[in-house]
C-alpha cells in the first residue's frame, strides 16, 4: 500500500514557499483524505490515471464535494507526487496523462452595502460614546468596542485581510500612523496606507498607546487578556454586533475587504491600484469587484427606469 508522506510534503512546503499556517494545514487535509482512499480500495504503488480519475469521481458522486473543494484536492495531489517524483524518480506521479476538468461556478463578492456601512459605523460610534470613560485600561470592555469599530475602519479603508491586520506587529506602522507594513499571502510583504485624516489620527492615537505600553515587536492589537486578537474572535464579534444591529446577512471580515474593493473602483480607482492594495498576484482576481460593480450599476439602472420616468 502506497504511503504518503505528507509531513514531509508539508514542511517543504513551508520552508520553501513560506505559505501560510492555513494553506498548510489544507495540504495535510487533502492528504489524509486521500490517505483514506487508498486505504479502503487498498490501491499499490505504482498508482494510476486510473486511479486519480477514480478517486474524482469519489470526491464528486460519494462525498460530494464542492467543484472548488475537489479542484483544491487534486491540485494540492498533483503537486504532492511531482515533489516525490522530484525525490525518487522510481516513483512516477500518476497524474503525468491526466486530464481533469472542475467547472467551479464563479460566485460574486458581497460587498456590505453603503447604508449598511454607514449604520455600522453610526452605531457603534454611538455606543462608545455613550459608554466612554477616561482612563480606562486597554483591556476594558469599552476600550475593546472602540478596538472593534478602530478595525472595522481600516478594513474598510485598507481591503486587509482579517489574518494580515491581526498579525501587525505595533513596529509595523508608520511613525504617522499612514501607512502599515503587511505580511500576506506566501509571506509577501505589500504597504498599505490610512488615507483618511481623522481616522489616522485616530490610529496614530492607539498605536503611540500600544508603543508605550508594549514592546515593538507585539501584537498591535489585543484581546481581552492582553494577548494578540485573533481573526476568529474578531469574527465572533462582528457576529455579535451584526445580531444587535440586525443586519442579515451577517458581517464578515471579509465583506469589508470587498466592500474596500468594490467602493475604490467604483470611485474611479484604477483597477491595477486595487490589485496592489489587496496584495492580489493575480489581476482577474481582482477583475471580479469590476463585475460587482458593473452588477450594481445594472441594478441602480433598473431602479431608475429612464423611459419610465419620462413616460
Given at each position: 500500500?502506497?504511503h ?8 517543504s ?10 494553506t498548510?494545514?489544507?495540504?495535510a ?10 486505504k ?35 491540485v ?46 453610526s ?37 486587509l ?9 505595533v ?31 485616530e ?20 484581546n ?60 482577474k ?9 458593473n452588477?450594481a ?9 429612464i ?5
Amino acid at each position: 500500500m502506497p504511503h504518503l508522506d505528507h509531513t514531509a510534503f508539508v514542511n517543504s512546503r513551508r520552508d520553501e514557499r513560506s505559505l501560510g499556517h492555513h494553506t498548510l494545514r489544507a495540504y495535510a487535509q487533502d492528504l489524509r483524505t486521500f490517505a483514506r482512499f487508498i486505504k479502503v480500495h487498498r490501491l499499490t504503488e505504482p498508482l494510476s490515471k486510473d486511479d486519480i480519475l477514480a478517486y474524482h469521481r469519489h470526491l464528486r458522486d460519494e462525498l460530494g464535494a464542492k467543484p472548488a473543494t475537489i479542484e483544491r484536492r487534486l491540485v494540492t495531489l498533483k503537486s504532492y507526487f511531482a515533489w516525490r517524483a522530484d525525490r525518487n524518480s522510481a516513483l512516477p506521479s500518476p497524474f503525468a496523462d491526466v486530464r481533469i476538468s472542475v467547472r467551479i461556478p464563479r460566485r460574486l463578492p458581497r460587498p456590505i452595502d453603503r447604508d449598511i456601512l454607514r449604520a455600522v459605523l453610526s452605531a457603534n460610534d454611538g455606543t462608545i460614546a455613550a459608554q466612554s470613560t477616561p482612563g480606562a485600561e486597554d483591556t476594558a470592555p469599552t476600550s475593546q468596542d472602540r478596538v472593534t469599530l478602530l478595525i472595522i475602519k481600516l478594513l474598510i479603508v485598507t481591503g486587509l485581510r482579517i489574518s494580515e491586520l491581526t498579525n501587525v506587529k505595533v513596529r509595523e506602522v508608520s511613525p504617522d500612523s499612514g501607512q502599515i507594513l503587511v505580511n500576506g499571502k506566501g509571506s509577501k510583504e505589500r504597504i498599505v496606507f490610512v488615507p483618511n485624516r481623522e481616522l489616522q489620527e485616530e490610529f496614530r492615537r492607539y498605536s503611540q498607546m500600544r508603543s508605550e505600553h508594549g514592546s515593538l515587536a507585539s501584537p498591535l492589537f489585543l484581546n481581552t487578556v492582553g494577548r494578540r486578537l485573533r481573526a476568529a474572535t474578531f469574527r465572533k464579534r462582528l457576529r455579535a454586533m451584526s445580531k444587535r444591529l440586525g443586519i442579515e446577512p451577517h458581517l464578515t471580515p471579509h465583506r469589508f475587504r470587498h466592500s474596500a474593493a468594490t467602493l475604490l473602483i467604483e470611485e474611479g480607482i484604477d483597477i491595477r491600484m486595487v490589485q496592489a492594495l489587496l496584495g492580489h498576484a493575480n489581476l482577474k482576481t481582482t477583475e471580479i469587484y469590476v463585475r460587482v460593480s458593473n452588477h450594481a450599476l445594472r441594478r441602480a439602472l433598473e431602479r431608475a427606469d429612464i423611459l419610465k420616468i419620462l413616460g
